[in-house]
């Protein structure tokens, strides 16, 4: 599929073909389509039976994905399209590489329920973080399901979890610091040893003016402060269309996500992310974050615009090198930054893959993705049964040193 021109607002081409100009077929590293899932399920056959598939599946996308210490994998089922997934927050059994993805509710179904306590239950998780230090996972809960047009009392919240046990280790309000109408808590990532949670908002229920902002989230005093509201380096940027597999993403009613993936530098000293309906990176110290009389106007001073991705993007995660890795949707694969160097660069891609979401490092040190079409299924365009959810990864071990052209 061509690239329409005519229609192709002048700063995304710009900044993708500067983009592409330093990328090569040479710069390209194997892609492994992983694990390819043909809708969920959340049954429990006896013995080895093949699960039935749950009949709401086109609308119970698999969205974000974490490794705990031991290799399993979490997976989000956010519930935008539909309230009807019996979870949001799952355990993913992943050695079966085919048939429905076989899904187990985490803590359990009755915590994963959206009919009662809606301050105490999982609602709707799309962005989580597994914390292997503390064995806890972060669950961030948008608070509103599909349907509704404000979360509810109390809904949106960073609930942290037991690893092992499922207990709730502490539960974090959140609506004093999210607006209940506008507010879209994309995702949250973790300083484990300071037990800090940087959470994104990209405000897209308010768009076009999205009231973009930054939520700090204190695990010991069980407080969270809302910085960078509105600020331009979160916000959509103007002129530029979300674009995958060469057409535009909604066409006539565009998608317009503000700050969305996020990412810690190894030592915790850095914040990075990035803009969905946009295409540069951005970072900023977490000490100044940290502070807790900081100004947005002494934040916004420090934060560092990294370039151009190249494309739009979706999620983000750094390994233990301190590189940086952020899916591209416009190129169907991964980027990586290099902050030594400060370069930028297309390692991966494929056409078979359909919006690239979350990256996560295992931890044999490969990264794993997850490509589930989502804006296609945003959009309704997928019908029932032809739902696939991909799980794609990039070897370690083909993963070479930044190429520093």
Known sequence: MSYRIGTFPAI??????????????????????????????????????????????VNAPLAGIHFDAKGRAFVSTPRLISASAPATLNILDTDPQSGPAR???FPSLERNAVDSAPDQNLRNVLGFYVDRKNGWVWALDMGFIAGET????????????????????????????????????????VDENHRIAYISDSGSRSAPENRVGLIVVDFATGTARRVLNSHPALQIEP?????????????????????????????????????TTGTHAYAVPTAVLKQHDSTDAQIAAQIQNLGTV????????????????????????????????????????????????????????????????LNDHFAGMVKPGHERYDLWRLRQDTNPPMNTR
Not at 12 to 25: K, N, V, Y
Not at 158 to 185: E, H, N, Q, Y
């Open 310 to 373: 190249g494309g739009n993007t979706d999620g983000l995660v750094t390994d233990a090198k301190g590189y940086l890795y952020i899916t591209d949707v416009t190129h169907n694969g991964i980027v990586r930054y290099d902050p030594k160097t400060r370069k930028m660069l297309l390692i991966a891609a494929n056409e078979a893959i359909k919006w690239p979401d979350t990256p996560a490092i295992r931890p044999d040190g490969d990264l794993i993705f997850t490509s589930s079409s």
């Open 12 to 57: 995304a081409m710009a900044a993708l073909f500067s983009f592409a100009s330093c990328a090569s077929a040479a710069d390209q590293m194997p892609l492994e389509h992983w694990r390819s899932y043909s809708g969920v399920s959340w049954d429990k056959p006896e013995n080895v039976q093949m699960p039935a598939v749950f009949s709401g599946s």
């Open 103 to 105: 899904l187990t509710a």
């Open 150 to 189: 404000e979360s509810p009392s109390g809904s949106q919240k960073l609930v942290v979890l037991d690893l092992d046990s499922g207990r709730t280790v502490k539960r974090i309000p959140l609506d004093g610091v999210a607006d209940r109408k506008a507010s879209f808590l994309n995702d949250v990532v």
């Open 239 to 275: 002129g530029v269309n979300v674009i995958s597999h060469g057409a535009e993403v909604w066409p006539g009613k565009p998608l317009l996500i503000g700050i969305n993936g996020i990412a810690l530098s190894p030592d915790a000293e850095t914040l990075y992310w990035t803009v």
